[in-house]
């Protein structure tokens, strides 16, 4: 399977753990998102990298939440101190963007997601 | 205000009935326009980009309306297949930087009955 993965899919955490999730992109994507989704709702915009740069944080990234992309492909998001309200789906998505540069928008290819649950 | 607003339905029709979705965007610097669908405990997918002088694909046609800042689509002789929900998304561009900003509508779900 050549799409998005994440992993794990399903996390179960008490409050004031920390969590790392992980985001394989398609491989020859060079922009990846990450957002939130609870329900009944759209995906929340997170972060976004553009290879290995991190180009946007969202407001609602408190300073409990990290992501790092370190070489350019897979990344990483970390929630410190987990709390019930961080209960929520976590997906990933990947895209190739051209030469129409860092401001351009194409298609996004979304992971499956990791679910957590804060005990 | 949210930024990007959508009726959340349910929009409950029957099979072959034609349906259409608003979505309206607050944000005059939104670049470009999508319409994702998502099924049940599922991950989005895209279903079309939304074009400045409309565009249609098969039985959907999507419109965008820049003036009064919304977009829709219309999913003609709907299909048992097309219960999903429908996200409508924009791209902003950011002021004073490189980068854009994806924001995701809440989604209207829509339910064909047989």
């Known amino acids: 399977d050549t799409g998005v993965s994440q992993d794990p899919r399903h996390k179960i955490t008490k409050r004031g753990q920390n969590v790392t999730f992980r985001c394989d992109p398609i491989?020859?994507?060079?922009?990846l998102y990450w957002y939130r989704q609870t329900l009944g709702q759209g995906p929340e915009f997170l972060t976004y990298f553009q290879n290995e740069a991190q180009l946007e944080k969202s407001r609602l990234l408190s300073d409990r939440f990290s992501a790092e992309r370190p070489k350019g492909s897979f990344s990483t998001l970390e929630i410190q101190r987990t709390e019930q309200g961080d209960s929520a789906m976590y997906l990933c998505a990947s895209s190739l963007v051209g030469l129409a540069g860092p401001r351009s928008y194409n298609e996004q290819f979304f992971g499956p997601g990791t679910r957590l649950t804060v005990l | 205000r949210k930024e990007v607003e959508q009726d959340p339905g349910p929009f409950n029709v029957p099979e072959g009935a034609t349906v259409a979705f608003n979505c309206t965007y607050s944000?005059?610097?939104?670049?470009?326009f999508f319409w994702y669908r998502q099924d049940c405990r599922k991950e989005p997918k895209l279903l079309m980009s939304?074009?400045?002088s409309g565009n249609e694909d098969g039985r959907f046609t999507a419109q965008l309306n820049r003036a009064s800042q919304y977009i829709s689509l219309l999913i003609r002789d709907s299909k048992l297949s097309d219960s999903a929900t429908y996200l409508c998304v924009v791209n902003v561009l950011e002021k004073y930087s490189s980068a854009s900003k994806i924001i995701f509508g809440s989604g209207t779900r829509l339910s064909i009955r047989p």
């Open positions: 491989s020859e994507h060079n922009r």
């Open positions: 939304v074009y400045s």
């Open positions: 944000n005059s610097a939104s670049q470009s």
